[in-house]
């Protein structure tokens, strides 16, 4: 029995991936439904406004996302 130390490493990986595939599977909650959109872009702006790494992506993607809703109700009153 030499290999106890590798024996060990795999039995722990094996059951860390069982606990994480049973994870996966498992039904949603009634409680974990999508967010709504004035929540999600409430949450998003939260983001935006920090300093954590990646807030300028999550700027500018709004920044996209208000342009593009800008541009959808000019084409909407044109078009009527």
Same mark, same amino acid.
């Given at each position: 029995m030499q290999n106890t130390g590798?024996? /060990? +490493?795999? &039995?722990? *990986?094996?059951?860390? *991936?069982? *606990?994480? #595939? %049973? *994870? %996966?599977?498992?039904?949603? /909650?009634?409680g974990q439904e999508a967010p709504d959109a004035q929540g999600q872009r409430a949450r998003? #702006? &939260?983001i935006g406004a920090s300093q954590l790494?990646?807030?300028t %992506?999550? /700027?500018? +993607?709004?920044r996209v996302g208000d342009s593009? #809703?800008? !541009? !959808? !109700?000019?084409?909407? #009153?044109? +078009?009527?």
């Amino acid at each position: 029995m030499q290999n106890t130390g590798a024996r /060990r +490493a795999a &039995v722990v *990986l094996v059951s860390v *991936l069982a *606990l994480f #595939s %049973g *994870l %996966g599977c498992a039904p949603q /909650r009634k409680g974990q439904e999508a967010p709504d959109a004035q929540g999600q872009r409430a949450r998003d #702006s &939260v983001i935006g406004a920090s300093q954590l790494p990646g807030a300028t %992506g999550v /700027r500018a +993607a709004l920044r996209v996302g208000d342009s593009a #809703s800008a !541009r !959808r !109700r000019v084409e909407d #009153s044109v +078009a009527q």
